[in-house]
């Protein structure tokens, strides 16, 4: 999409979601920072608008999250009916949300959709698309979106956006840092954005059981002869440090930090089989495209997909006797 394109997307989004009454924003399964941050600065918008808003994700969301009086009413399932307008935030394939039976319903019933997202890899399933790969964040896309439709931004959405912002640019240290995003930061900062909650959430308030998944993952992390850095967590393992699913998140940053590796791959148990996440330094791998052939997807530096199947630990044991 061109700058015009958008300009009239953005204009066409205003006016579907000022038309509508009843508003569902979802969020995508295993609810991270940008797309439940996305939520509830859009949620605050149509609120203050007189909207009556509904936030959806069919995970439940990190505890520390509940800071956001709107994340503390974030419901795990779809309302059955009773809403004029669906809005998916930060999904690039409505399998991420974990809500395509119900979405296909939705579609026969005509009700109609919005994303907005910005992963390269989106499918455009919904009827309006609003998709922006040069962005870091859907939360930057939707600082955008805010501040051309001229809905004003407070403090809670300022934060809102920079939790998001944050934590897809990794704390501002991935390669989809840019001026623009360090502009759209200052900018939430002169907004009232709470920076030392996102900074103090994000990155300086890990769980003990956290750290000892972590030590987990470090500590069975190989090297393969392709110069891949692989390691696997099990569900039985999650049990055995007494750590949760979201405790994962971050941990993938860390294995991306071995010098001179090609990229790296984080094995973990999913639902529906074996989910593996990768990541890469390098400017000459694309991992969106790597996991796009195993039905995956993502961005350049940062993807995943998922097989079916279940992890294994194989123990090799080899003996040998020296004098
Ligand atoms: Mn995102």
Redesign the pocket.
Known sequence: MNNKDFILSFEEAKRQLLGANKIVIVSHRSP?P??VG?SIALNRALTKLGKTVTACAVDKLADFLNFFEEAKNFEQELPSSGFDLLVIL?CGSIEQTGLQKEFSVLKAKQVRSISI???STNSKFADLNIVQPDS????EILYDFLCLVGWSIDEVQATALLL?IY??TGRFMHSNTSAKNLQIAADLLNLGADFEFVVKSLYKTKPYEQLKLWGLIWNRARINDKNIVVSAVTDDDLKSCGAKKEHLSGAIDYMNSIAGTKFCMLLTDDQTGVKASVRTQRDDIDLSKFSLIFGGGGHKKASGFTIPGKIYKEIEVKWRISV
């Open positions: 991270d940008d797309t996305a930060d997202d910005h992963h870091a964040a859907t939360c998001g934590y897809d």
